[in-house]
């Protein structure tokens, strides 16, 4: 009973199954000891000679069933792809449907050393333990993960096309996430803009000044080191222009024409 808590399976041991639980995978999936489960709570409405004990899927779908309607009876927080992942197998689903009847029926918490939104029901977690040369194509991804029980229980293509179709673009979205992590191994160039130096353009410096001091002390100290030096010459030089003055004399003495 590899990944059931303590409690849990110490409270399964403690109702006196039919059989003992060694693989909830392969042993909850069709829904027989479920059943029985909740007949130790529920007696009067739980009727074991109503379920089959068989492995085909009609058993399956016809065990589930009675079950679906008793959690809809009762009003039972069970999700149902909890339901839907015990019955095709999917990993890890049985043994969150396990400890969720646990903490319905007990009224207790399980102690869970992962979040619920961290575990899928594919086989992402053993692909990842994996070298890389060695984990699943698009095709095993898909024949993984999607069952042959799913197709037979439901038969509309287009939700099986859909199935797939999510299953692959998963498979991509974590080829791409191993691509960008390990480029190297994949032979990923950087682009012309990765290669490129970006540096923040420079800002000019603003000159700082000391407030101890004041005007005053700078014109008889001399100027401030932080203070930039000012210049009383003119910054706009003007060219000055020499003017010969007119001989006077020279006038008088100049001849008068028509006298």
């Not at 691509?179 to 490129?196: A, D, I, Q, W």
Request: hydrophobic share 30%; net charge positive; charged share 25%.
């Amino acid at each position: 009973m590899s990944g059931l808590p303590r409690e849990v399976l110490k409270w399964i041991q403690s109702l006196d199954l039919t059989w003992q639980i060694k693989t909830p995978k392969w042993d909850l999936t069709n829904g027989y000891l479920v059943a029985e489960v909740f007949s130790w709570y529920f007696p009067q409405e739980i009727q074991m000679h109503s379920y089959n004990n068989g492995t085909s899927l009609d058993s399956k779908l016809k065990n589930w069933s009675l079950l679906r309607l008793f959690i809809k009876r009762h009003n039972l927080d069970i999700a149902e792809e909890l339901l839907e992942g015990t019955i095709h197998c999917k990993e890890g689903a049985s043994t969150l449907l396990t400890e969720r009847i646990y903490e319905i029926l007990t009224n207790r918490k399980v102690r869970k050393q992962t979040k619920d939104d961290e575990i899928d029901f594919t086989d992402r977690a053993y692909q990842n333990r994996l070298p890389m040369h060695a984990r699943s194509t698009a095709s095993k991804a898909v024949k993984n993960n999607l069952r042959i029980t799913e197709t037979m229980a439901d038969q509309n293509l287009i939700l099986s096309a859909q199935k797939s179709q999510k299953i692959i673009n998963d498979h991509i979205e974590h080829r791409r996430q191993e691509r960008y992590e390990n480029p190297v191994r994949f032979n990923v160039k950087p682009t012309l803009g990765e290669r490129s130096l970006r540096r923040p353009p420079a800002q000019p410096k603003q000159p700082t000044y000391d407030t101890d001091k004041t005007l005053d002390s700078i014109g008889q100290d001399g100027p401030h080191p932080e203070l930039p030096a000012y210049s009383r010459e003119p910054s706009v030089q003007f060219k000055e222009i020499q003017v010969n003055q007119v001989d006077k004399s020279a006038l008088y003495n100049m001849p008068v024409q028509g006298f």
